[in-house]
């Protein structure tokens, strides 16, 4: 069974970049077949993607976060990670990774994360 | 304001049938990308309901089903039961935004 855990701070200063990482246990990230993607959800709202990334290290983002987004994945750790810079109270959200598969019919998640909540606040 | 419309709320009694639609257009649903269905309880994460339009994965009862029509697709719920009460999303990809995209949310209630 997959899982995957989010990790990082849960408390950003305004300005500062947000740094979560998604460990995912149960199977190999270097898998070919899937991506791996962080969504998150302003509390009381709707879920919003942020990103994926697949094991070659092709990225792609949100375009309306592009400018701030970097997503990167260590696959000697089984890992993958977001960093979100500039980041002001809009981004206060529950973040969520997820394991994404990708068809040419457009992807789904399969497998989440419980997701972490990261508030920015001075 | 969500790419996918949905509507904010349903209700139903235990034992009844309820639908939630979901609204796209040319750049999503009616492109002809799958739509795919969430279901996110309280404080928990989103879990897969629906995948490819109609399927459902190994563990979802088969009073979860959903089906697409032009751009409208909806998932329908039968045999209400009070843990159903959640809320649920769906989702697609928009080929104009080159993104993945969710509709709002429909927060089910079992009265």
């Known amino acids: 069974q997959v899982q995957l855990q989010e990790s990082g701070p849960g408390l950003e200063k305004p300005s500062q970049t947000l740094s979560l990482t998604c460990t995912v246990s149960?199977?190999?990230?270097?898998?070919?077949?899937?991506?791996w993607s962080w969504i998150r959800q302003p509390a009381g709202k709707g879920l919003e993607w942020i990103g994926r990334?697949?094991?070659?290290?092709?990225?792609n983002y949100n375009p309306s976060l592009k400018s701030r987004v970097t997503i990167s994945v260590d696959t000697s750790k089984n890992q993958f990670s977001l960093k979100l810079s500039s980041v002001t109270a809009a981004d206060t959200a529950v973040y969520y990774c997820?394991?994404?598969?990708?068809?040419?019919?457009?992807?789904?998640?399969?497998?989440w994360g419980q997701g972490t909540l990261v508030t920015v606040s001075s | 304001q969500s790419v996918l419309t949905q509507p904010p709320s349903v209700s139903g009694a235990p034992g009844q049938r309820v639908t939630i639609s979901c609204t796209g257009s040319?750049?999503?649903?009616?492109?002809?990308?799958?739509i795919h269905w969430y279901r996110q309880l309280p404080g928990t994460a989103p879990k897969l309901l629906i995948y490819g339009n109609s399927n459902r994965p190994s563990g979802v009862p088969d009073r979860f089903s959903a089906s697409r029509s032009g751009t409208s697709p909806s998932l329908a719920i039968t045999g209400l039961q009070a843990e159903d009460e959640a809320d649920y999303y769906c989702q697609s990809y928009d080929s104009s935004l080159s993104a993945v995209v969710f509709g709002g949310g429909t927060k089910l209630t079992v009265l």
């Open positions: 040319s750049s999503n649903i009616g492109a002809g990308y799958d």
């Open positions: 149960g199977g190999s990230i270097s898998s070919g077949r899937y991506y």
């Open positions: 997820a394991r994404g598969r990708w068809l040419q019919s457009g992807p789904h998640f399969d497998y």
């Open positions: 990334i697949y094991i070659s290290g092709s990225t």
